[in-house]
């Protein structure tokens, strides 16, 4: 099966516990989306080494991208660069130009066995240079390890996605008035006739909306869109559509 898009791995008893609220998920999801990566896949687990090399080989068989957050700390529960080394088959070692930029932030202060975790990589590993942070981007080939922290997350997301190249997609927004029953035969038989067009439709249920169904219809060719979007069109009243975004 060939390997295309993106996985995300977000590692963290503190999120499956709700001590803390993911935002390096939604964060993640919408940036490739607008780099047009598509994003096959985000799991969320624990701390755990079994759970971290077991998610990783899942996400490596069907995303060419493997994105993971959190546990790249320097305290016991940080068992992420332990656990994707385990999943690659490869060892810890510790990068001598890490240690030597820990070192130099330490200033006159003792370095100490701890603060020397954040040195240890699966071998092989590369590191990014960050514009304005001491702390480079961890990356095994098309695989990045991301920190936890949302602040650093998102900074050193942008120096990996700098690195990448998408699709961007067409996306047009149509909101009808009709129920899904009512627009169901048209979404099937446009989404049959052109597989190559995504369509999805998702009801609300709000009397202050002013509408029942969003439906939207999305492609890499613009083209596409709009011939999907005339189609659709087509098949209902011209006063079921509330409008067109």
């Known amino acids: 099966m060939e390997r295309t898009g993106a996985a995300a791995i977000i590692i963290g008893n503190e999120v499956l516990t709700a001590k803390v609220k993911d935002e390096n998920g939604p964060h993640l999801i919408q940036r490739l989306r607008e780099l047009g990566i598509p994003l096959v ?13 077991d998610a990783v080989a899942r996400a490596r ?68 240079a960050q ?40 996306l047009v927004n149509l909101y009808f008035n009709l129920g899904e029953s009512a627009l169901a035969a048209v979404l ?10 995504a369509i999805g439709s998702y009801p609300v249920f709000d009397a202050a909306m002013d509408y029942r169904v969003k439906v939207t219809v999305e492609a890499p060719e613009r083209a596409h869109v709009d011939d999907a979007v005339g189609r659709l069109l087509a098949g209902f009243p011209a006063d079921a559509l509330v409008r067109r975004e």
């Not at 687990?45 to 079994?50: E, G, H, N, P, S």
């Not at 099937?188 to 067009?197: G, I, K």
């Open 131 to 170: 514009p304005g942070m001491w702390f480079p981007v961890l990356t095994v080939g098309d695989l990045f390890l991301l920190p936890g922290v949302p602040q650093l997350f998102r900074l050193q997301l942008e120096t990996v996605l700098s690195r990448l190249s998408g699709t961007p997609v067409h």
């Open 188 to 197: 099937d038989r446009v989404a049959l006739d052109m597989p190559h067009v």
């Open 41 to 53: 896949s985000v799991e969320t687990i624990l701390d755990d080494v079994d759970a971290i090399v």
């Open 61 to 128: 068989r069907k995303a060419r991208y493997v994105f993971t957050s959190g546990g790249i700390g320097p305290t016991h529960d940080d068992v992420t660069v332990r656990a994707v080394a385990l999943a690659l088959g490869r060892p810890v070692v510790r990068l001598p130009e890490m240690v030597s930029a820990i070192q130099a932030r330490a200033g006159t202060s003792p370095v100490t066995p701890e603060s020397l975790r954040l040195a240890d990589a699966p071998e092989g590993a590369v590191l990014l």
